[in-house]
């Protein structure tokens, strides 16, 4: 029995390392797994939409502009994937994750969210909908590692 | 040419009146409109696991079982819903109301976003998924009358 | 606000009297729910090919032109269903029951299950994908009434 | 005409060597056929709820935590499979088996059942879901070896 | 438990009167089923193409232009359909209805065949696909009078 | 047999009276169908979004916000219809008919269209997909009498 | 731009050599095509579900037990095609290809027919649901030929 | 993390080199996408349907072979694509872009438009189901530069 190559999203949080420790962890342990992900640079992914498509006065716009682009990739992403992870840190609104986690779960995709317990109770319609609650990066790893083995 | 009724789910914020200012607003104008929305009662909403299915030590396990009947109410709402409609309050992580929208954008249902303009940047993946973006709930009334007329 | 009339499909053990149970309980709350389910007379059941399609020698085949029929009734009530309540007994292997669980989840139609602690076990997997795990029909009219308030 | 690689899901029984009797046939017969499986290891897939997320006082939790980890992989495997085989054994209540059956079907995959003629009767909605029900696993080797021809 | 009204399309032989049969035996029974089905006066269904859109030397595109009409009718019918049945008549090549039954099972409507035994052989991918297969038109009331109940 | 009542959604010219003569023809001839189509008053249709939503300095914003409001509706309304109509008349672009005709085509739903054989050749790979291609509207309500007949 | 590998399905008569008068001439065509089919030959295809799973005396059951077989191989490869071709032959009933026709239509595969002039009018269903109507496998090799260029 | 191959798909205007600066814009910054497009040899797109199938003396029904044909190609390569572009140039009526915006937009893919300011009006409900709008083809290769970053 030999696994096929699972896709796995990284959503949310861009301030602390946690898809590296998710990303590392895994290539430690030999594991084959394709990790996606929205731009994460913070800067290019605000700016894209008037960097490309030529600048906006009103921020309204500026935004929508920047969002369809980056939209086009994470839709797509999340769309292959085998999993999705989903990460919320203690800071930011973090709209964005758990718009990713509703996007994922209606598609049917198996979704893990990654978060410290303080968290539990604003989260607690996306923890139901979730295959697992994490509170370190490396316990993701553990799952990826058992569910591949 | 007649209109069939249009189920529209109210997403989001419980702690200001505009589902009323919607629901009071769209009656007033004489359309026949069906709403749904979760059970906006906070604390019956907290407590119904435990208050149906028994006691939890566990925080985490007694949010659960509230988040798991409460979606049994809201993911059948939101499918059987022709447009979503997902407010954002200027308190609280609000994140089942950016779930609601990834959720209903998957399915494909129109959406319309309702928040001031101070939630803009935050919002931008919300917002670019969206129909339109309305500051006052009598804007969404004013779409509802014109898509109804 | 007013509520759809709900379609629940109730799954499951037929030598107990759940079923009653929880349309009575619906009935003496006051709530308008459209129950449905696979014909609960065992011998009518069991019969049905042969009596309808002609005599087999052989009882595979006898069981398979009755459970022909049958699914034609299951399968089209579990479509049209808003949430499924399968039960499990004490007794008996009641594959079937299980089956229909899969079958609703594969849908996306939200599952309540109920059973006896002494079942949680080897009931795990079915459980994972239910919204409630109820131990009594009373509890299931309860979450009747609290996602039709 | 060439074939191309076949994705066949064993699902049930793991207490015999019914799914080493299927991938040594298929592999003595030269068919390049992928196998998935859920975690066979009774004992791992158990505790792996708690191992990788930490300890439950409640069996019910302890449980839930392992199923949610176990049916990220099994769901996955199901949906990407061509084929599904559900294996029933004479002990154990094994609804899972019958769940993974329910939920291939709603799918639309093509399902294959194995078990001793004694338990046709409390299968037959299983059994009449399923393309073909064999009582030996050279049966489904035979199976593939000619669809694969 | 009430049953919603079944929709019930019946394609196949336009020859003998096996549609009145099953139509009449079921409202004799006080069953409330619609059926539905195509135009089954010949000609008005050959030449309705030429009749509306005008006249086509050419045979083929005349046939072309009466289908194009009758298929908005008939995939209309059987995407509405709750169940399908179809009959196979002994004249004509009736490749319509078969068409009609792969068209059904595709989109996951339960089927039955009517048709008599010596057509068994040459059907046997079609039966292979049913719920039941009839010999008699009081059969499908039966089975409509039994699922109904 | 009775027929439902069919939902028929009429896109494109808003410059002449095609949706009048087959929303006419259809009463004359006593049969029930519901016409659904997107705002045809042209100003009140281009205007919609700044109306409701505040102005904009910029067009391509001016009408982004439109295009937003009677998507809504329009969307909607593909979806529930039966069978599409597109109109194209002589003057203007009209490309939002034929990305109806594409988004209707895509959902698997009957389209007719409806234009001058001036236009056949441009209207190639729209008409490919029509089950019919109509030159007067009196043609389309012969279509619907017969469908429904 | 560079053209993936189509993979097509041929459906229909074994009497003649239309298959491999396409696999060849596609092939001296230097396309890269995957073609897939049924198992042609006939009396392995009839006895397959009897050799497998053990002899029946009722020809109904004999025929079933195969066309179970049959159809995991054909469902699952119309599934993967990205082009069915049905062929009709002069003789014998062919349901199966017209059951295959229907099956591919209804999930939305492009479908191109195979057959004599004489058998137009039969087929006016079937072929008003094709992309285009050969007389000739080398036609098809044509078709495959421009749309690979 | 390692991106996918993206497919592409180029739809519209044959009479500029706006897909040329694209492809070669994507290979000079060394991306991998797959492109695909319809056949844009004017007249072998016109005529194939003649070529192949045989003279028709109706001008309507030689379009109607051709456009059969080449929708096998373009619903394939649309339906396989992460991304649709769409190009409106200044000329003709070009409807078959329109019809695959539509197309694209209603199976859920990614849309980008490509026109110059002046068909803002008229492509308003086009671009408003776009993620982004541009004026000229490195617009896109910078999108799919970032996107594939």
Redesign the interface.
């Given at each position: 029995?030999?696994?096929?190559t699972?896709n796995v999203y990284l959503s949310g949080e861009i301030h602390s390392d946690w898809r590296e420790r998710i990303?590392e962890g895994t290539k430690a342990k030999g594991l084959t797994v394709?990790?996606?992900?929205a731009?994460t640079d913070h800067d290019?992914s605000d700016m894209?939409?008037v960097?490309?498509?030529g600048n906006e006065?009103?921020?309204?716009?500026r935004?929508?502009?920047?969002?369809?682009?980056?939209?086009?990739?994470t839709?797509?992403q999340i769309?292959?994937a085998?999993?999705v992870v989903v990460r919320?840190g203690p800071k930011?609104?973090?709209?964005?994750?758990?718009?990713?986690?509703?996007?994922?779960?209606?598609?049917?995709k198996?979704m893990?969210t990654l978060h410290d317990?303080e968290?539990?109770?604003?989260?607690?319609?996306?923890?139901?909908?979730?295959?697992?609650?994490?509170r370190q990066p490396e316990?993701v790893v553990?799952?990826l590692s058992?569910?591949l083995?």
């Open positions: 029995m030999t696994q096929k699972w990303i394709n990790f996606t992900s731009v290019a894209v939409g960097n490309i498509l006065e009103d921020n309204f716009w935004d929508r502009k920047a969002s369809g682009i980056n939209s086009i990739r839709s797509s769309k292959a085998d999993l919320f930011y609104k973090q709209w964005n994750a758990a718009f990713d986690a509703g996007f994922a779960v209606a598609l049917g198996p893990v317990a968290l539990d109770h604003p989260l607690k319609e996306v923890d139901e909908a979730a295959k697992a609650t994490c316990q553990e799952i058992y569910i083995s």
